[in-house]
């Protein structure tokens, strides 16, 4: 522990140093005042003993100055030592930022317990500080983890509906389009009924990971939205831009060549729903997501592995 000793008689401060060494700490010495607030910023000790007359400018003063130096959440104990021994002086050091005050001439007993006492304490708040440290790494992980799936590693619908909700206002704010591209796997079920629900679930973070590298486009974003289901948003993106995307998609799963001997292709395929608006005070953004999951329906009425479009999205009709 540094020890910081601003004190103006040089055989007092002698005497101080000596006491400390002798409890195995380091003593930083100081003549005056001055001395002392640049030693603290120097030097950043542990505790600061502190005498109040001092020639140039006296203890209570260095006192405020140490407390503007730190930083909010800092606090360095600060014992002051002094021969003026009215209730007001001790009133003075305290109110200056002091936290014990102690007559001179100083036991060598007393000063001893004092920095033991002190030294409790800045140890409690050190592993206080390293417990908050550990608790806001913590949340944020939480914070990270709760908005992801479990499954698939990519966001969740949770997170989505906020994504989306923030997106609809940025987006109405500059009067802009948005885009939602809506997937669904075809013939799931016969696959999980064909190679088990372990498989299903490896197909499904398969095409979650092809389906991630397609949307990195800057404010995009891809979510599960269900079971086999997944969703994007892409703000500032035009429905036939949407279209192309949610295209590169559908080839990218069905690129992937995931054998499924059961369904018409052979193998995994994905049908999309794309659905675009320009934000309105009076529209929904869940109304655009129900106009992608119409095209999704269609998609998967004409035969499945395309690219459906919901051609004109009118709030008031949904
Ligand atoms: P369609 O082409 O019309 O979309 O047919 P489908 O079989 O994909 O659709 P359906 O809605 O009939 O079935 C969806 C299936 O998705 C049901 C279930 O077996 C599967 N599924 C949903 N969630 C999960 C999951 O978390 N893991 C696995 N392995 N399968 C899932
Ligand atoms: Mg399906």
């Known amino acids: 522990m540094k020890i910081l000793v601003i004190e103006d008689s040089r055989s007092s401060l002698k005497l101080l140093c000596d006491h400390i060494r002798k409890m195995y700490f380091q003593p930083i010495p100081a003549e005056t005042g001055h001395q002392g607030v640049d030693l603290f910023l120097k030097e950043r000790p542990d505790l600061v003993l502190l005498d109040v007359v001092m020639p140039d400018i006296d203890g209570f003063e260095v006192a405020r100055q140490i407390r503007q130096i730190e930083t909010p959440g800092e606090w360095t104990p600060i014992i002051f030592l002094s021969s003026l021994n ?3 002086d001790i009133e003075r050091g305290i109110a200056a930022g002091g936290d014990d005050y102690l007559l001179k001439p100083v036991s060598e ?3 001893g317990a ?3 006492a002190m030294q409790r304490i800045l140890q409690m708040r050190q592993s206080l500080v ?7 790494n913590a949340n944020q992980e939480l914070k990270r983890l709760t908005s992801l799936d479990g499954l698939t590693g990519i966001a969740n619908r949770r997170h989505f509906d906020a994504v989306l909700l923030r997106e609809w206002r940025r987006a109405m704010r500059i009067g802009e389009e948005l885009s939602i591209i809506m997937a669904d796997i075809d013939f799931f079920k016969l696959y ?3 190679y088990g629900h372990q498989n299903g679930d490896e197909c499904l973070r398969q095409i979650a990971q092809a389906l991630s590298h397609t949307t990195d486009r800057g404010g995009d974003l891809l979510a599960r939205y269900g079971g086999e289901e997944f969703i994007a948003v892409l703000p500032g993106t035009s429905l036939s831009g949407a279209s192309f995307v949610a295209e590169q998609m559908r080839k990218t799963v069905s690129d992937l060549r995931i054998p499924h001997p ?3 292709f052979g193998h995994i395929t994905t049908s999309f729903g794309v659905a675009s608006a320009v934000a309105m005070p009076e529209t929904d953004p869940q109304d655009l997501v129900g106009a992608a999951d119409l095209a999704l329906y269609k998609a998967k009425h004409l035969g499945r592995n395309q ?3 919901t ?3 009118d709030p008031q009709e949904n």
Do not use: E, M, W, Y
Request: aromatic content about 4%.
């Open 262 to 264: 059961g369904a018409p």
């Open 130 to 136: 390293v417990l908050t440290r550990k608790l806001d």
């Open 307 to 309: 690219v459906c479009q």
């Open 192 to 194: 999980n009924d064909t």
């Open 109 to 111: 007993v007393v000063l």
């Open 311 to 313: 051609l004109s999205f």
């Open 86 to 88: 009215k209730d007001q």
């Open 114 to 116: 004092k920095i033991r």
